[in-house]
């Protein structure tokens, strides 16, 4: 397998994380946040994955991004669908996967070009 290095010339990388933080374009965060190609929202204001609710998903609808990946922290953990209904009625699908797995999996869909959105639980401990 042959392995090319991402590189990210306009666009929002995610150059390392841990459980604790996420690193974009070598900036660091340490709260929930939602990374896109071309946007940082930097305090996404949700409490942990226990607290998410439909508005929290309703808010990305503006940002229309082809998928979403939510990164749910340590645990890979699933949301209920009556949460993202609106925008899998929009055709904007929802992956659910750890927060690790998300970072991993935005970098590799934006540097395909994708309209991808990573929203991102950090542990709060």
Request: proline share 2%.
């Amino acid at each position: 397998m042959k392995l090319h290095r991402t590189q990210s010339e306009d666009s929002n990388l995610i150059t390392a994380y841990d459980n604790d933080f996420v690193e974009v374009n070598k900036q660091r965060y340490s709260n929930h946040l939602i990374v896109m190609p071309n946007e940082i929202i930097e305090d996404w204001s949700v409490d942990g994955f226990a607290n998410l609710s439909a508005a929290h998903f309703n808010d990305m609808l503006e940002l229309n991004p082809e998928v979403i990946l939510l990164g749910t922290g340590k645990t890979h953990q699933f949301v209920h669908p009556k949460l993202t209904v609106a925008l899998i009625e929009k055709g904007i699908a929802v992956e659910c996967m750890t927060t690790h797995a998300a970072c991993r999996t935005y970098n590799i869909l934006m540097s395909e070009g994708r309209h991808v959105a990573a929203a991102l639980l950090l542990a709060s401990e």
